[in-house]
C-alpha cells in the first residue's frame, strides 16, 4: 500500500492506528469485509473478463473459489451454535425462511427438509407484500431464519427488521459479521459465497443448512426416525420412485 501510494510506510501504520486499528491485519480484515459487502455481480464479471484466462480455467478456477469456501467453513463453523439454533428450531411454533433471488433455492431447501422432520416450516415466495404479511403474522413462539449475503436485500433485512419488532427470535445466515443480517440477526452463521462467477457460490452456504438439518435430526433422533418411516412407507405405496 506504501509503494502503491508514494509515502512511507511508517505513515501508513500511523494512519491505521488513528483509525482505532491495533494492527494492520485488523484494518485489512475490514477493509476487505466492506469489499466483499459491496461488490456486484457486474463488477465480479467486469473484473474477470480482464483475467487472461480459457473457459477451462475459468471454470476450473470457480471449483478451485468452491473448496476454499467449503473449507474456510470447515474451519470456521461453530458446532455449538448450530446445536443452539436446532433447539430453537424444536422450540418453535412455525418457521420463516426468508431467501430471496438466489438465495430463495437455499431457503426452499431448508424449509422442505425442516418439514421432512416435521417441523411447521415455510420459505415464502412471491412479492415482497406476500413475505411482509407472512412476517406479521409471527409471534415470540415462532423463529425467522434470514438468508442473504454481501449488501443483502432490502426485502430480507426488512423482514429481518420487522421481526425483530414484534420480538420474534432471529438467526441469519450470511457472509460476513458486517452484513445487515448479520447485525440485525441475534445470532448467525458465516459461509462465504466468493467466486468469479457473477452470481456467486452458493456450496458453502448449502453445507451451512446441510449442517442444521443434521442438528435438527439428531436433536430429537426417535420423533425424526418415526417420521421417515412414515414417509418410506407412504412413498412406496405411492410408487414415488421410478422403476423401469
Not at 470457480?62 to 476454499?68: I, N, P, Q, T, V
Not at 424444536?90 to 437455499?106: Q, T
Request: glycine share 6%.
Amino acid at each position: 500500500m506504501a509503494k502503491r501510494y508514494e509515502v512511507d510506510a511508517a505513515t501508513i501504520v500511523r494512519t491505521i492506528q488513528a483509525l482505532g486499528y491495533k494492527k494492520y491485519a485488523e484494518f485489512t480484515a475490514d477493509l476487505r469485509a466492506h469489499f466483499v459487502t459491496q461488490i456486484t455481480p457486474y463488477a465480479v464479471l467486469k473484473a474477470a473478463s480482464k483475467e487472461k484466462r480459457t473457459v477451462a480455467d475459468r471454470i476450473r478456477h470457480a471449483m478451485d473459489m468452491d473448496l476454499r469456501n467449503l473449507q474456510a467453513l470447515q474451519s470456521s463453523l461453530n458446532a455449538e451454535k448450530i446445536i443452539a439454533l436446532s433447539k430453537q428450531v424444536k422450540r418453535a411454533r412455525r418457521i420463516l425462511i426468508v431467501g430471496i433471488d438466489l438465495a430463495a433455492g437455499l431457503s426452499w431447501h431448508l424449509a422442505y427438509g425442516l418439514m421432512t422432520l416435521g417441523f411447521a416450516a415455510e420459505a415464502p415466495v412471491g412479492s415482497t407484500g406476500n413475505v411482509q404479511r407472512r412476517v406479521r403474522t409471527l409471534t415470540r413462539e415462532d423463529l425467522l431464519i434470514a438468508i442473504s449475503f454481501g449488501q443483502c436485500l432490502r426485502d430480507t433485512v426488512e423482514a429481518a427488521l420487522r421481526a425483530k419488532k414484534l420480538g420474534v427470535p432471529t438467526f441469519g445466515v450470511t457472509d460476513s459479521e458486517t452484513t445487515p443480517i448479520a447485525r440485525i440477526c441475534d445470532d448467525s452463521c458465516m459461509a462465504s459465497v466468493a467466486s468469479p462467477s457473477f452470481g456467486g457460490s452458493y456450496v458453502a452456504p448449502l453445507s451451512l443448512l446441510g449442517t442444521i438439518l443434521i442438528a435438527c435430526a439428531h436433536t430429537q433422533t426417535a420423533r425424526s426416525l418415526e417420521l421417515l418411516r412414515r414417509s418410506e412407507v407412504e412413498d412406496l405405496a405411492d410408487h414415488r420412485w421410478y422403476h423401469s
